[in-house]
T-cell receptor
Framework: QKEVEQNSGPLSVPEGAIASLNCTYSDRVSQSFFWYRQYSGKSPELIMSIYSNGDKEDGRFTAQLNKASQYVSLLIRDSQPSDSATYLCAVTSRAGKLIFGQGTTLQVKP | NAGVMQNPRHLVRRRGQEARLRCSPMKGHSHVYWYRQLPEEGLKFMVYLQKENIIDESGMPKERFSAEFPKEGPSILRIQQVVRGDSAAYFC????????????FGPGTRLTVL
């Protein structure tokens, strides 16, 4: 079992729709959770961090965390073609070591 | 406020040569991390350093790879006697003292071994 699992996609949504990206993790003591966006050939860019159960909203992005189910998700509202990228879920159980999922490729079609 | 800086951005080496990758953290950041991304694979943690200390090197290959973060100057990831399998993108990230786990990535160094 992988430590952090994501569906590789591609996830295809029409422009203006809600994109839902999911991630599960195996280590129950994980404490910090992150979503990064990576455009092809570029470096990861931090979008959201979440530390406690529930929802956290930032503009068009909402991160959701459920520690009991070991599940974290990212919702992107009003998806734009510029949101097309690979979204990486990352988890850390102790400071320093981020464990990444394989990433989900999102395609937003005009 | 400059972000994480890495150089060179692209590096070409022949098998058996040495590769030195440099990383300067964001201003005010005291923690540096190195990750490797092989083609079509995910990001893998390599090492976590603070000034003059290696905190966690659990992701570093046992041979040929070393890292340092001296009191003065950038952090350096050194790969000796490179092989074709070392071809990858190497990313450096830095984080502030608190929260220490919020990491910001540099642009990366693309290493190609011929």
């Amino acid at each position: 079992q992988k430590e952090v699992e994501q569906n590789s996609g591609p996830l295809s949504v029409p422009e203006g729709a809600i994109a839902s990206l999911n991630c599960t993790y195996s280590d129950r003591v994980s404490q910090s959770f992150f979503w990064y966006r990576q455009y092809s050939g570029k470096s990861p860019e931090l979008i959201m961090s979440i530390y406690s159960n529930g929802d956290k909203e930032d503009g068009r992005f909402t991160a959701q965390l459920n520690k009991a189910s070991q599940y974290v998700s990212l919702l992107i509202r009003d998806s734009q073609p510029s949101d097309s990228a690979t979204y990486l879920c990352a988890v850390t159980s102790r400071a320093g070591k981020l464990i990444f999922g394989q990433g989900t490729t999102l395609q937003v079609k005009p | 406020n400059a972000g994480v800086m890495q150089n060179p951005r692209h590096l070409v080496r022949r098998r058996g040569q040495e590769a030195r990758l440099r990383c300067s953290p964001m201003k005010g950041h005291s923690h540096v991390y190195w990750y490797r991304q092989l083609p079509e694979e995910g990001l893998k943690f390599m090492v976590y350093l603070q000034k003059e200390n290696i905190i966690d090197e659990s992701g570093m290959p046992k041979e040929r790879f070393s890292a340092e973060f001296p009191k003065e100057g950038p952090s350096i990831l050194r790969i000796q006697q490179v092989v074709r399998g070392d071809s990858a993108a190497y990313f450096c990230a830095s984080s502030p003292p608190s929260p220490a786990d919020t990491q910001y990535f540099g642009p990366g160094t693309r290493l190609t071994v011929l």
